[in-house]
Structure formats: structure tokens, C-alpha cells
């Protein structure tokens, strides 16, 4: 099994809406690698949050660490164009009447505690993805789980973040671009899979290099 720790979004609605965001988009790469999934995520507690959830078991994403935050609303993005395939909104936009009373329009974002917690929840895990994380301290909780359960720990960097000193040795560590239009989650959800189903360390990681040069 893989655990992918990182944002999730909706994008459109209704049954066709699809997720988004850093951890979602590896964990539906990672799915059609043929590996199973459990994301980290922290979502609204609301109707977009209540439609999110539906979208990620659509998507055969397993979300039983995935926490819901009262305080802040799920993040909803418009549906992509049907013609040419782009999406008709630069930003993430937020409907108000989603945003809970006592809440505000930032996105819910996943703390170390978070992570520490959601962790206990799962087991038998082989591979934890951590993308884009907001604090360096996510990495460390990460990478403590993945010494503890001897899985392989990935992580994409947020833009400007340094790599933290101390996580094992045979991480990959990489940068992810401010914008890239998802394509390096699709990478890293492959490379996931890749290890989950047994593939050696070097080769997945050659596979992953070769992909990403193309």
C-alpha cells in the first residue's frame, strides 16, 4: 500500500467532478499503477468536503486518515474545458456559501500533528509520498513512520523549501515547479507504484529519471 500526504481538491461537481491538488493527483497516478491508495489530506467540513470525498472514491482513493476541518473551507476549482482540455479559471475559487459561519476562505492545510495522527490510523504501508508539505516538520513525521514501517519515503519539495537534514538514505528527494500541470504527481504516483509492486529501488528510480527527461 502507498500513503500519499498532500492537498486534495474538487474540480467541477456533481458525478463527473474529478480531484485535484498535490496529494490527490499522485494518489490517482499511483492508482492507475495498479497499487492501493490512502491519502492524508485535510479537507472542509462542508458540502464541497462532502463531495470530495465522493470523488476520491470514484477514483478508487482510499481517504480513512483524510481529516475534515470545520474552521475552512474545501477548496473548489472550476471543471476543465471540455474542448481543449484546460481548465476556464487561473485560481482556486471558493464558493462563499460553503465557507463555514466561523470559518474563513483559506484552504485547510495539514500540520505535523496532523500527519503524526493520521499515520496511526494506517498500516502495512510500503511506500509514503509527501507532496509539496507546508512545513519541513511533516517530512520528519514521514520520514519517523517510514523508518518504523521500512517503507520507501518520496518527496517533492515545495518550491524554495530546502531539504531537511536526517531522512534515510535511499529517499528521493526531488523539487516540484511552482506549475507544471501535474505532470511530475503522474511521475512520482508511477515511480509509487512502482516500488509498492515490487519493482527494485534502482530500477524504478531509472524508470522515473527516463520519464522524467522526456
Known sequence: MIVVIGSARLRGKGPEATVDGSGAL????????????ELISKIGDDAIGDELSLALARAGIGHVATLRDAAHAT??????????GVTDVAE????PADIPI????????LDPADVELALRYLSDYRVIVVARPAEVAIIHAAATAANWANAHLVVALA???DSPAGLPADALIITADEDDGGALAGLLGAYAAAIDGGTPLAEAFDAFRAAAAT
Do not use: K, Q
Open 26 to 37: 499522485v494518489a490517482v497516478a499511483a492508482v492507475r499503477g495498479g497499487a492501493r491508495v
Open 75 to 84: 477548496v473548489h476549482l472550476a471543471a476543465e474545458d471540455a474542448e481543449d
Open 92 to 95: 482556486p475559487s471558493i464558493d
Open 102 to 109: 466561523d470559518g474563513d476562505a483559506d484552504e485547510p492545510t
Open 159 to 161: 518550491p524554495g523549501m
